[in-house]
């Protein structure tokens, strides 16, 4: 059994954007042509406690290293005011010969990174209505910093950056993490959201928000929302919206915005294309720059497993990680 701790797999993905954002969308298209096994995630909640929760992603990934595994993330939003991240993960790996647990792994940084490959992704593929050399970031946690490291790997031009978080200091220090890791992009702090949506064709929302509050109906026709945090839009701006999602099956559950509108209108209608279909076909992409477009997914076990391997076969390279020789038990004696 291989353990990579969280500095182990921030160490093999320092300046590997690139590489994960392949990965990412060698994922989507593995998906979309059917090579993938994507049970729905398993949503654990607890008693009198609305806001805690654990999620289970388990998945399959085929292609030309077929990879199992499963993803076990929490989400404890008032850790942040301890000092600590909303979020925290482990993921395991198994062989596909014997079933046998092969790589347990540290998966925060794995989690964020797929999340933001997968906005970026969507983003490239989307281009917005202008050519914007700027984002506003709706929400100024872990997730939408990520977001801030992709998007120049896909946006080369991007350079301005307009955030805003109901908390003013989450926003400072968010603009504080940029100054000191990406250099390159000068961060301002919008002081209300009208403001910080007004500046650019290009939207990140990635908030705790657990239910939805914002309407995009009056945002300049073709800006592109990337919904990542599901449950912010408005249900019935969805509906107004272009929609993209990642997997239909998947997104319409758990209360998001997309699943809170299908309720309202009683079709999925609204939802012109998969990221995986923009991925593959090409054609696709010619979306309606009338209406603005919302891109939510809904995050794919697939996404972890792809960015997950690229890790063990680096850190193997590399020497990195702890191997554990006794942890499974040993071969039955009949068998030799
Ligand atoms: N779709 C996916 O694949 C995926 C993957 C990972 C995380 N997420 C979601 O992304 C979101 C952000 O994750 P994170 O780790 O960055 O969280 P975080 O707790 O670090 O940051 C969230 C920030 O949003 C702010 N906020 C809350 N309500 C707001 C509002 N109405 N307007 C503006 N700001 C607001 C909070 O003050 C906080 O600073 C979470 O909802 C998480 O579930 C989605």
Not at 34 to 57: G, K, T
Not at 154 to 183: F, H, I, K, N, S
Not at 225 to 254: G, K, M, Q, T, W
Request: hydrophobic share 45%.
């Amino acid at each position: 059994m291989l353990i990579l701790t969280h500095g182990d797999v921030e160490a093999v993905l320092r300046g590997q954007e690139r590489d994960v954002l392949q990965a990412v969308q060698d994922a989507y298209v593995a998906h979309a042509n059917a090579e993938s096994s994507l049970p729905h995630s398993v949503f654990l909640r607890f008693p009198d406690d609305q806001r805690n929760r654990i999620i289970a992603l388990p998945a399959y990934l085929g292609g030309a290293r077929p990879t199992a595994g499963i993803k076990w993330i929490s989400s404890f939003p008032a850790n942040i005011e301890h000092g600590l991240q909303r979020a925290s993960a482990a993921m395991i790996l198994n062989s596909l010969d014997t079933g046998h647990p092969l790589a347990f792994l540290e998966a925060s940084t794995i989690s964020a990174w797929r999340t933001a490959a997968s906005a970026a992704l969507a983003a490239r593929l989307l281009p917005a209505a202008t050519d914007s050399n700027g984002v506003t970031v709706i929400g100024c946690g872990v997730i939408n910093f990520a977001v801030l490291r992709f998007l120049p790997h896909v946006l080369p031009g991007l350079t301005q950056v307009t955030a805003y978080d109901t908390r003013a200091e989450r926003a400072e220090l968010l603009r504080e993490r940029c100054a000191a890791q990406l250099p390159e992009l000068d961060v301002r702090v919008a002081r209300d959201l009208p403001t910080a949506l007004a500046k650019n064709t290009l939207t990140s929302i990635a908030t705790n928000a657990q239910h939805p509050h914002l309407d995009t109906r009056g945002l300049r026709p073709g800006t592109l929302v990337l919904h990542i945090s599901l449950r912010d839009v408005l249900p019935e701006a969805v509906v107004a919206a272009d929609n993209v999602v990642d997997d239909i099956d998947h997104v319409f559950r758990a209360a998001t915005s997309v699943h809170l509108a299908e309720q309202r209108v009683g079709h999925r209608e609204f939802v012109s294309a998969t990221i995986g279909e923009l991925a593959t076909r090409p054609d696709v992409t010619d979306r309606d720059l009338s209406r603005v477009t919302v891109v939510s997914p809904f995050g794919l076990g697939i996404l972890d497993l792809a960015v997950a391997r690229l890790v063990v076969a680096a850190a193997g390279a590399h020497g990195l990680g702890l191997t554990v020789d006794n942890f499974l038990p040993t071969r039955e004696k009949s068998h030799g």
